[in-house]
């Protein structure tokens, strides 16, 4: 028991990862209907542009200096990415049968993957991402590195912001008129295309912004990293109700704390010592995943913020 505060603090770092990713794929489900499962990789493109911004800056320069700057070029290319592959990729599908863009969504998936594998410097292994320097803070009996807080501030202050722009700006709302009915919301004189747009471009700076987290919480960045964090989002979107924006960050830092708490509990259950440690966690989530699902088969949240506007 000793070592729940820490457990609990790494699940929600974990989680709070999870759930900035899992944004991107649950406003674009909201709105259009489309699983995209290149979103994976458009977190593992911000990762590299947060790096190159990195490696121009000049040397013994602040690393909480530069921060800001890595999650700028971080967001611009996710969201050039991300918006790229909605106008050439998606929007010629819209009217096709859903097999069709999802097809499509793995394809580019592999092909962004592919793409920094082989025209990205020195990509083909992973490459060392910065990392803040000094001793570990001690809060509420847990450790926390200081490369964590990162993600523990901007997690919540993004979703605030997210919040409050769907909420109260014209934006926001034609985004809420667009996922309840599309075609009325064309009637009404909204742009959908370029709400759809607006969905894409906002999923895509989330996970940039998570893909410095996570360079800066594990020190290295590759260009496999987004299969499988992009699963994990996307579990993490269907747990928490696939559509709601809160509930893929509710759906995030449940699947992260139970992670967590498998890796460090489940070897002391009796009989189940084989199958606790970090090689189960995987499973283990979509153990839950299974579990949440038949008893719940919306998610934890369920409808879309949209239907309560």
């Known amino acids: 028991m000793n070592e729940l505060p820490q457990q609990l603090a790494n699940g ?28 994976g990789e458009i977190f593992m493109i911000g990762g590299f542009g947060a790096l190159t911004v990195y490696l121009w800056m000049p040397a013994g320069v602040s690393l909480l200096a530069i921060i800001p700057l890595m999650i700028a070029g971080g967001v611009l290319c996710s969201v050039a990415i991300g918006t790229a592959a909605e106008r050439f990729a998606y929007r010629p599908l819209r009217g096709a049968p859903r097999l069709a863009p999802l097809i499509t969504a793995i394809g580019l998936s592999l092909a962004l993957q592919q793409a920094i594998w082989m025209w990205y410097p020195n990509a083909k292994k992973d490459r060392s991402f910065p990392q803040f320097k000094g001793e570990a803070l001690d809060i509420l009996g847990a450790h926390i590195q200081r490369g964590d807080l990162f993600v523990l501030i901007t997690a919540p202050i993004c979703m605030l912001a997210l919040g409050l722009f769907v909420s109260k700006t014209r934006l926001g709302r034609g985004m809420q008129a667009t996922s309840q009915d599309p075609d009325t919301a064309k009637l009404m004189g909204i742009n959908t295309d370029r709400i759809i747009v607006m969905a894409f471009a906002i999923g895509a700076a989330f996970a940039a912004i998570a893909a410095v987290a996570y360079g800066l919480k594990q020190g290295q960045i590759g260009f496999k990293m987004g299969f499988l964090m992009g699963l994990k989002a996307f579990t993490a979107a269907v747990l928490g109700g696939i559509g709601n924006i809160y509930g893929a960050m509710l759906g995030g830092i449940v699947l992260g704390i139970a992670e967590s708490l498998a890796i460090g509990y489940m070897s002391e259950v009796p009989g189940m010592n084989l199958f606790g440690g970090g090689a189960w966690k995987d499973v283990w989530a979509f153990v839950l995943l299974i579990v949440v699902l038949l008893i719940r088969p919306q998610g934890l949240l369920g409808e879309r913020v949209a239907d309560r506007a």
């Open 12 to 39: 929600l770092i974990l989680g709070a990862m999870y759930g900035l990713i899992a944004v991107g794929y649950t406003m674009v489900y909201g709105i259009i209907q489309l699983i995209n499962f290149a979103h």
